[in-house]
């Protein structure tokens, strides 16, 4: 288990926390003094009140919750957010109402759910060909529907 220093950037901000012993999110919490208003097909920044330290080539990804995604249609605006190692700035999340209804967030909400996961960095290089496969460029559904 990795060690993640966590910065209270406001007294009242919360620590993301596991759910239950497996869950591979941790819950992110909304910062706001007075209930955040998101009409419908609006995008708001929703503050957490946290930086973090992760260890390096640790990364970030942030993810809807299912229960405000399906039950009340806000989700990350840009799907899955990435919050590289080097970041130190408060996290926020971008949230888009889905609904036709007006939904309003509350101070120390769940608003989204973040997975720190190791990854690798790649060199690119330019070639002339690729190795072939049996898929080779076949794409959007080309291993088939079912």
Do not use: W
């Not at 901000?13 to 819950?27: E, V």
């Not at 992760?54 to 995604?69: C, H, Q, T, W």
């Not at 408060?90 to 036709?100: D, F, G, K, P, Y």
Request: hydrophobic fraction near 35%.
């Amino acid at each position: 288990m990795n060690k993640v220093k966590v910065k209270k950037l406001d007294k009242n901000a919360i620590i993301p926390t596991y759910g239950t012993n497996f869950s591979a999110g941790a819950d992110l919490y909304a910062l706001c003094k007075d209930k955040i208003e998101i009409k419908p097909t609006e995008t708001v920044m929703v503050h957490t009140g946290i930086a973090m330290e992760k260890p390096e080539n640790y990364g970030s990804l942030v993810f809807a919750r299912s229960g405000i995604a399906t039950k009340r249609g806000l989700a990350p605006a840009n799907k899955v957010g990435v919050i590289d190692s080097d970041y130190r700035g408060e996290i926020m999340v971008a949230l888009h109402n889905h609904s036709t209804d007006i939904q309003f967030i509350e101070n120390g909400e769940r608003i989204a759910q973040m997975v720190i996961m190791p990854y690798f960095k790649d060199e690119f290089f330019e070639c002339d060909e690729l190795d072939d496969t049996a898929r080779s460029s076949g794409g959007y559904g080309s291993t088939g529907t079912k």
